[in-house]
Structure formats: C-alpha cells, structure tokens
C-alpha cells in the first residue's frame, strides 16, 4: 500500500512522465521520458517504450522506475495526463501502489471526458477497460491554474506540490523537462508548449 502523503513539504524527490511524439499507426512504439528531481534539481533521466494504444503503461512505468537507482529515494510520480501513447492508459491507483508513492496527474485543461469515452469504446481495443481506468482515477480537480488527478495524496498537498514545482510557469519543473527532452529524442529538437 503507498503511504498516503499529508504534507508537500515531505516530497523533495519527484519523477515526472512524458511521452515522445510518435507514429500514429497502432502498434508502433513510444518512447517514455521520465525525469528524476531532487527539489528543482535535475538528478537523471530514465527512457522506456510503450506501444501505441497498448495496454502496458503502468507495467512498464513500475518496472522502469522501480528497478532504477532513484527508487529508493522516490517520494511522488508526475504523469503529463492519464495516457500516454495516444490510448495506453496508465493506472495511477495500481502505479501508486506498486512504487509506494503519490501519483499526480497533471493537465493543463479540464479533459473532454465524453469524446475520450466515445474514442476509447469506439476505436480501441480492451477500450471498455480503458475508459474504467480513466474513471477509476479519480476526478479532475483545479490547482491553481492547472487540473489535477491523484492517487496515495490528499488534495491539498497535491495542490501545493504542483505549484512548489512549477517555478518556469504552470507546468512542474520534472514535468516541463520530461515534455523537452521526449521531444528532442523523437524529432532531434525540443517541441513546443510543455
């Protein structure tokens, strides 16, 4: 069972999640970026692949993570939205579970929860599945001017962890790093708005 974090001031070392731009066709692979932090410092970079629509996420995160030399020190995950690789959706209960810390989801703008409904029954596989994992995480809560899903934290602390990171704008620092550098992998060159 993760411990259930009361306080941001307890989380100093944070990992933040983002996915590469990738091929669009199902099946083609994706490459995970996740950036490790000590406070608003840059400690290492950790990279995984995922497929395209896939449904191995979270198995994938857990592994990748807690198999690193930064697990024994980690005190929260960053998700950049609750999937990655186009539909692969990640199980924020079951990551925060199998790691033992708080997993924050972070997105810039409430999510269109009826068009990703119709999208995931409609046109992916396993996507009934899918769209219960979505609504199992919980719902959409502001903090500050970004939005929020949590598992293993309470709202408050969540709320101050997101704004204790996000020092270059609304976006948290491990997360911010994590967009730049996925984008730099797959295309040669950082890309746009994190």
């Not at 941001?8 to 669009?24: L, M």
């Not at 932090?37 to 995922?50: K, Q």
């Not at 924050?104 to 219960?132: F, N, Q, S, T, Y």
Request: aromatic letters at 2%.
């Amino acid at each position: 069972m993760p411990r259930r974090l009361a306080a941001a001031a307890r989380i100093s070392h944070v990992i933040g999640v983002d996915d590469a731009p990738s091929d669009r066709r199902p099946g083609a692979t994706t490459r995970l970026v996740a950036t490790v932090y000590a406070g608003l410092r840059l400690e290492g970079v950790l990279t995984a692949t995922v497929e395209r629509d896939g449904s191995e996420a979270t198995e994938t995160l857990a592994a990748t993570i807690g198999a690193s030399r930064f697990a024994k020190h980690l005190h929260a995950v960053l998700l950049q939205g609750i999937t990655v690789a186009g539909f692969n959706v990640v199980d924020v209960h079951r990551l925060s579970a199998e790691l033992r810390v708080p997993v924050i989801v972070v997105v810039r703008r409430v999510p269109d929860m009826a068009a990703i409904e119709r999208a995931l029954r409609e046109r992916v596989r396993d996507g009934v599945h899918k769209w219960a994992l979505v609504e199992r995480a919980g719902p959409v809560e502001p903090a500050g001017p970004v939005w929020i899903q949590r598992a293993g934290i309470d709202l408050e602390p969540a709320r101050a962890l997101v704004a204790q990171l996000s020092v270059h704008g609304h976006i948290p620092e491990p997360l911010r790093a994590a967009h730049l550098i996925a984008g730099a992998i797959a295309t040669g060159h950082s890309r746009g708005r994190t």
